[in-house]
Nanobody, 124 residues
């Protein structure tokens, strides 16, 4: 199983971007899916998290009301819709997923994976 991110880019302040993170491979199920962001010299920050189904998403205070996390369990994909972007949102955005896959031997094994990162740059 691997996570592949897409959707990063450069946008002016006030603009919007949508990030996607898709899990490919023999995924059986995925538990919580999380978006983090990282900037040089700073700790990795949890941006938003969404449980598998029916639960309330969790957001960092800095993005509440501007970012929306969602997921499509049929596609094993998590999204991050980012609106009203600010220069301080500039970061490398990474997705994380914990779940279970089916191995080539037909057994179940857990995974805890990270995407490759999607760079978001917000200009003032």
């Amino acid at each position: 199983v691997q996570l592949v991110e897409s959707g990063g880019g450069v946008v002016q302040a006030g603009g919007s971007l949508r990030l996607s993170c898709a899990a490919s491979g023999s995924v059986l199920w995925i538990d919580e899916m999380v978006w983090y962001r990282q900037t040089p010299g700073k700790q990795r920050e949890l941006v938003a998290a969404i449980p598998r189904g029916g639960g309330r998403p969790n957001y960092a205070d800095s993005v509440k009301g501007r970012f929306t996390i969602s997921r499509d369990n049929n596609k094993n994909t998590v999204y991050l819709q980012m609106n009203s972007l600010k220069p301080e949102d500039t970061a490398d955005y990474l997705c994380n997923a914990i779940g279970v896959e089916v191995s080539t031997a037909g057994t179940y094994r857990s995974f805890d994976l990270w995407g490759q990162g999607a760079l978001v740059t917000v200009s003032s």
